[in-house]
């Protein structure tokens, strides 16, 4: 069979989280538009009767602001080392610019084919798009490039076929029946915030983690944890109507992944400066 590691590489909020969704056939990455979504390395598991196609998607490149997005950008690097191949991920509704090439210079100088994968296409015109692709194109020496719509799912069976091209003979380094590396409850806690996310100002989600604390077979009980008292006050929301909102979003898909009804019980915990913590740091394995 071919097997083998392609690691995803772009800027942050190009796409790259449900671009590897679309390739896997399922949630292995939370999305959202807010920067720093992805905090940790995850391998999302494509599996086929003769292939396992395993894709590091990691942290989008940018400049270390704290101890957590440091360690963020120590993943990104290591993440590259080992990958048989590179997936650029672009978007087609952003000028191709400074941080593109700052990542074009690190991931062509790994050795390893590349293919630049232009996302978002589906609401462009046919124009804009081939001006994206040429400018794509002069990033570097490239295997290939697709443009694709990750939302949509056009030119993602093509866009796999040329990944698959690119493995090598090997054996499945995961079982075949899972799509991702997360524990549950890493992947509990994501759903989480990824509603919490989606439902918050722009002064939270930076300073925005769950942890889920005990999972039974009726209950799970997670922790929301913030900064700042003021942060504290926009989760919970007046009357705990915002913390009961992220509940009531985030426990369908938590259903859909244990396979049963459950009791989500959440909490928004204060604590300071936890993203310059190195044991919470590394507790939230980040």
């Known amino acids: 069979m071919k097997s083998g590691f392609i690691a995803v590489a772009g800027r942050p909020n190009v796409g790259k989280s449900t671009l590897v969704n679309a390739l896997c056939g399922g949630k292995v990455a939370i999305v959202s538009d807010k920067p720093q979504t992805t905090r940790r390395r995850i391998f999302g598991i ?85 001006a994206q692709m040429k400018t794509a194109s002069e990033l570097g020496n490239f295997h290939a ?58 002064e939270v989600p930076h300073s925005l983690s769950v942890e889920v604390e005990e999972i039974t077979e009726r209950v799970i009980r997670a922790r929301i944890m913030v900064e700042t008292e003021s942060q504290k006050q926009i989760l919970v929301g007046r009357a705990g109507r915002m913390v009961k909102e992220i509940g009531v979003k985030a426990r369908p898909e938590i259903e859909q992944l244990i396979g049963h009804r459950v009791f989500l019980d959440l909490t928004v915990k204060v604590e300071p400066r936890w993203r310059r913590d190195q044991a919470t740091l590394e507790r939230l394995g980040i």
């Open 46 to 130: 494509a599996n086929g009767e003769d292939y396992q196609l395993v894709l590091v998607d990691v942290p989008g490149f940018q400049r270390p602001l704290d101890p957590m997005t440091e360690h963020m950008q120590r993943t990104v690097s290591k993440s590259f080392e080992d990958a048989d191949a590179v997936m650029f991920v672009l978007s087609s509704q952003e000028r191709i610019g400074a941080g593109d090439r700052f990542i074009a210079h690190a991931v062509f100088a790994l050795g390893v084919p590349v293919v630049i994968v232009l996302n978002k296409v589906d609401q462009q015109r046919p124009g804009h798009i081939a």
């Open 145 to 202: 490039l697709h443009p694709v719509s990750a939302k949509t799912g056009d030119g993602i069976p093509e866009l796999l076929g040329e990944l698959l091209g690119l493995l090598p003979e090997g054996i499945a380094y995961f079982p075949r029946d899972v799509i991702t590396d997360m524990p549950l409850e890493v992947r509990l806690a994501e759903l989480v915030r990824e509603k919490a996310l989606a439902l918050t100002r722009d």
